[in-house]
Nanobody, 122 residues
Framework: QVQLVESGGGLVQAGGSLRLSCAASGRTFSTYAMGWFRQAPGKEREFVATISKSGSITYYADSVKGRFTISRDNAKNTVYLQMNSLKPEDTAVYYC???????????????WGQGTQVTVSS
């Protein structure tokens, strides 16, 4: 069992930056691949980024490639999402998730956090 708690969301102007954190409970954090997803009002939850257990492999949605960076610190049981050059269309609730492998499918992740709101004003 893994419990995930996101933080770092907020209101930012277009072009600004935010760093999201996701803290995991338990001693098995390093055995999970981690992902970030987001869900805007009226839309389905969508993949943003994922990182392998060791952090050596990362993969991004085309919409955030070059602007967002996913990273993890296994000693701190934490995964991060650095978001730069934010756009109004990045506005959503952002969720972190833990799963067995680096994949983009929502259904492949076993554990989810409660989400943190990111709002980007124009």
């Amino acid at each position: 069992q893994v419990q995930l708690v996101e933080s770092g969301g907020g209101l930012v102007q277009a072009g600004g930056s935010l760093r999201l954190s996701c803290a995991a409970s338990g001693r098995t954090f390093s055995t999970y691949a981690m992902g970030w997803f987001r869900q805007a009002p009226g839309k389905e939850r969508e993949f943003v980024a994922t990182i392998s257990k060791s952090g050596s492999i990362t993969y991004y949605a085309d919409s955030v490639k070059g602007r967002f960076t996913i990273s993890r610190d296994n000693a701190k049981n934490t995964v991060y999402l650095q978001m730069n050059s934010l756009k109004p269309e990045d506005t959503a609730v952002y969720y972190c998730a833990a799963g067995p492998r680096v994949v983009v499918r929502t259904a492949s992740y076993d554990y989810w956090g409660q989400g943190t709101q990111v709002t980007v004003s124009s």
